[in-house]
């Protein structure tokens, strides 16, 4: 595989990560007013989303091209995104994910802003839901 850059995607650059998302049937959608990162050599392979709340950053939108998956892509992009963050980066993910997150240093043990655990408590009325963290320092 050629070598992979993990970049903050520049505003024009935005609906290429929603062509990617579109071309792996993901119903993943990159969020406006956030920050976009993407995984890429000549193509992206890998993005995610961090969309500023009070104290931190909402993490959305974290998929890897189904081809490449086990190679810690994944890893490695939330790595690259969350060094500059200050404040809190959360995330709600179904709880079969909780091992992979905990890796990445995130916990449970967290308090949700208002906007976060009202979405939470939404999200819980279709399917199993958690809420994670990590504190970052910047």
């Known amino acids: 595989m050629p070598e992979l850059h993990f970049d903050r995607l520049a505003e024009p650059l935005w609906p290429l990560l929603n062509k990617f ?29 961090l969309s500023p709340v009070v104290g931190g950053q ?19 992009l939330i790595a690259h995104a969350i060094a500059p963050a200050e404040g809190t980066v959360w995330l709600l993910c179904h709880p079969d ?9 995130f916990s449970q043990q967290t308090v949700l802003p208002q906007s976060l655990a009202e979405r939470l408590v939404r999200y819980k009325r279709n399917k199993p839901m958690i809420a994670m963290g990590v504190c970052r320092q910047g």
């Open 58 to 76: 909402w993490l959305t939108g974290l998929f890897v091209d189904p081809a490449l998956r086990g190679q810690g892509l994944a890893t490695r």
């Open 97 to 105: 994910l909780e091992g992979f997150y905990t890796a990445q240093g």
């Open 21 to 49: 998302y579109r071309s792996h049937n993901s119903s993943m959608k990159a969020l406006k007013g956030g920050q976009l990162w993407v995984a890429r050599n000549s193509e992206i392979v890998a993005g995610l989303c």
